[in-house]
């Protein structure tokens, strides 16, 4: 019998709140700052990330035992970060409260799985010819294992792939994102394909070229809004220097 749950036992070991936007309704909404670490018997078998609000600021590599920013703007609070004897402390526990856990539920409990959602889109408005770049954003992971695979016309896609560590969700799922570089041709179908391996699920999402921007239709367009906004500013600076100009009541 399979241990009951998600199979992934998360631990929010960090949640900040600000008790003044809880207090006062007009107050901004509260910011969080979550770190969630999670093991499982499936692969990956344990992760650990840090988000704000929801983004993913730094996630930890457990085989190459470090930790490594989102951004490399975030590069140099890496330094700041949970030791990783700490994170093996951490880690220990988490296996230990899994495995009593499934001892104490095992055939009381269903295990909960949610099923894989995607959606595909493009980086940049979609010129036919010129590289862009396909986002699978997978979402409703729960476990958070399963593998992405790129199709082409049916045919496997192997180079230009990037695919992200999980993103932890408020709703104790899990998120992460496959690019693939590419650029698009009349006729193109691209196809997302999310598989969890443990029961042989599988999700497909397509992508086909849909009112594709001619490129001269977008450097006309974007070359009319830099006029027009030329224009707006031009005249709006006249009348202030009108104003600015005009004699007071008093004089």
């Known amino acids: 019998m399979e241990a009951p749950g998600c199979w992934g036992l998360l631990l929010a070991l960090g949640l900040l709140r600000g008790a003044a936007a809880i207090a006062a309704t007009e107050a901004p909404p509260a910011h969080v700052l979550s770190r969630v670490l999670f093991c499982q018997p499936d692969r990956p078998s344990q992760g650990l990330a840090d988000t704000f609000d929801g983004d993913q600021l730094f996630s930890f590599d457990f085989p190459g035992a470090r930790w490594e920013?989102?951004?490399?703007?975030?590069?140099?609070?890496?330094?700041?970060?949970?030791?990783?004897?700490?994170?093996?402390?951490n880690s220990r526990l988490c296996q230990h409260l899994l495995l009593a856990l499934t001892n104490m539920t095992e055939g009381l409990l269903p295990e909960a799985k949610g099923t894989p959602m995607a959606?595909?889109?493009?980086?940049?408005?979609?010129?036919?010819?010129?590289?862009?770049?396909?986002?699978?954003?997978?979402?409703?992971?729960?476990?958070?294992?399963?593998?992405?695979?790129?199709?082409?016309?049916?045919?496997?896609?192997?180079?230009?792939?990037?695919?992200t560590r999980y993103y932890p969700t408020e709703d104790l799922g899990f998120l992460l994102f496959s690019y693939l570089e590419f650029t698009p041709q009349e006729g193109d179908v691209y196809t997302c394909t999310i598989t969890r391996p443990r029961d042989r699920f599988t999700t497909v999402a397509y992508w086909v070229p849909q009112n594709p921007i001619p490129s001269e239709l977008l450097e006309n367009v974007l070359c009319g809004v830099a006029i027009a906004l030329g224009i707006f500013f031009l005249v709006t600076g006249i009348v202030l220097l009108l104003k600015s100009r005009r004699p007071s009541p008093t004089e």
Not at 128 to 152: D, E, Y
């Open 119 to 163: 959606n595909v889109f493009t980086a940049r408005p979609l010129e036919l010819g010129k590289p862009n770049t396909l986002i699978c954003q997978v979402g409703n992971l729960f476990p958070a294992s399963v593998t992405v695979s790129w199709q082409r016309l049916g045919k496997p896609v192997s180079q230009g792939i990037n695919t």
């Open 69 to 89: 920013p989102r951004l490399p703007d975030f590069q140099p609070w890496v330094g700041a970060q949970e030791s990783t004897e700490q994170i093996r402390n």
